[in-house]
């Protein structure tokens, strides 16, 4: 009965148009008024007590990396470097955005930031050779959300904080997960390449190709600081959310000299109202939390998931058809926040390993980001590449069902995320 009075009146809320995050806090209320356990007190405690947590420091000195990186130049001399290396090939601009999409994800951990970033450099570039442009933003949406997956990861933070899990082992345990992303997407563009009739660049010498490399070396540099100081314990998750905004402060400002006092100031200002969003979600998303611990709605449901507790694949696979299909009508962190006190007790009954449920789960929301109507990079992707949200949902379908594929491998050979995360103890 509780479940349903949440679900109910959770999907009520955002249907009569509620923000997210208050229909959350409602949702909450409302199962206390169900109990008799309403208590004001109690709301505005577990409100609190869900943005006052060290870890989600990280958050807003992850967001602000990525602005700098993207003000400061970081994002265009890493497509420079890329296209001076495959540009050359034939369909060589999908490539780039591909490679491009992976070194940024190891940049900044925003899709939003790195599909803009993507679309508005190499969108204009492709429709310019003569690339269908709606399968040009449908390259540059599917490539933005390896963000997610690859640390530095604003989801796997928020997962982490929400279900108690290691956020330093997710991080490492989300690198070949997020290069597989890349890879099978490099598989599903050279098919999708072959059908197009588009110019090819001419080859770079090699001394231009060394030189875009020294320069784009500090962008790189990045990723190597992080996932190093990771792996060595030299700093926490939230330290090297620090580390990286004043690294990429540092580049853009004194190295590559595209930084000033008016754009460092509209980076502070996006990543404040991009902040404040994130942590308003997780605050309110505290209280039904709270409520589904309290009410016991993790053993309803794992109640009626018994029969496949002992079939630990297939009650992977019924949680993440269940996590794609709200893809398609919520957001990311909502989706994180609502699902992960769900899910995460069913996991840990099942002696399921939660690093690698959260590995996937995160990677099933990222998809969920390029599924229309909702598909939060898809309409940037839109936007910023001047198509319709029509065009854009045709376009990314080959790379769509490409990542769909490569979450059921996972799904199938678990082996493939933790094996790999072995690696990196």
Same mark, same amino acid.
């Given at each position: ?58 958050? +807003? ?9 993207? !003000? ?27 490679? !491009? ?22 969108? +204009? ?8 442009? !709606? ?62 009739? /588009? ?19 500090? !962008? ?9 100081? =990771? ?11 620090? /580390? ?17 006092? +008016? ?143 490569? =979450? ?18």
């Amino acid at each position: 009965m509780t479940a349903i009075v949440f679900i109910t009146s959770l999907l009520g809320l955002i249907a009569m148009g509620l923000p997210i995050a208050f229909a959350l806090m409602f949702a909450g209320v409302a199962l206390m008024l169900l109990t008799g356990q309403f208590d004001a007190q109690i709301v505005v405690q577990n409100a609190i007590a869900g943005a006052d947590n060290f870890v989600l420091m990280a958050v +807003p000195f992850f967001i602000l990396a990525g602005e700098f990186m993207n !003000a400061g130049g970081l994002s265009k001399r890493i497509v420079e470097m890329a296209s001076a290396f495959v540009g050359h090939l034939r369909g060589g601009l999908g490539y780039v955005a591909i490679f !491009a999409g992976i070194l940024l994800a190891s940049l900044s951990g925003s899709a939003v930031a790195d599909t803009a970033a993507l679309a508005a450099i190499l969108v +204009p570039m492709m429709r310019q050779a003569g690339y269908d442009p !709606a399968r040009a933003c449908g390259l540059m949406a599917a490539s933005g959300i390896i963000a997610p997956v690859i640390p530095p990861s604003i989801g796997f933070l928020i997962f982490g904080v929400v279900a108690n899990v290691s956020i330093t082992r997710l991080f490492l345990a989300g690198i070949v997960p997020g290069i597989m992303m890349g890879l099978v997407l490099i598989i599903a563009w050279w098919i999708v390449a072959r059908r197009q009739q /588009v110019a090819v660049s001419p080859r770079v010498p090699w001394g231009r190709r060394l030189r875009l490399l020294g320069r784009g070396g500090w !962008a790189l540099m990045l990723p190597v600081i992080i996932i190093g100081g =990771l792996r060595f314990g030299i700093f926490t998750p939230t330290e090297s959310a620090v /580390v990286a905004a004043a690294y990429a402060l540092f580049v853009g400002l004194v190295v590559y000299r595209e930084l000033d006092g +008016p754009k460092i100031y509209e980076c502070l200002l996006s990543t404040a109202r991009t902040t404040s969003v994130v942590l308003l979600l997780a605050s309110l998303a505290m209280v039904a939390s709270y409520m589904i611990t309290i009410t016991d709605i993790s053993g309803q449901v794992g109640e009626s998931l018994q029969g496949l507790s002992e079939h630990p694949m297939i009650l992977i696979a019924a949680m993440m058809f269940v996590v794609f299909l709200a893809g398609m009508v919520l957001d990311f962190i909502p989706i994180v926040l609502i699902f992960t006190p769900v899910f995460l007790p069913i996991v840990r009954a099942a002696d399921i390993d939660p690093v690698y449920f959260g590995v996937i789960f995160i990677m099933n929301c990222s998809i969920g980001m390029i599924t229309p109507p909702v598909g939060v990079v898809l309409n940037v992707v839109s936007s910023v590449g001047k198509v319709t949200l029509s065009q854009a949902a045709r376009g990314i379908m080959p790379f769509l069902l490409a990542l769909m594929a490569l =979450l059921i491998l996972l799904i199938l050979f678990p082996a493939l995320v933790t094996v790999p995360a072995q690696w990196w103890r």
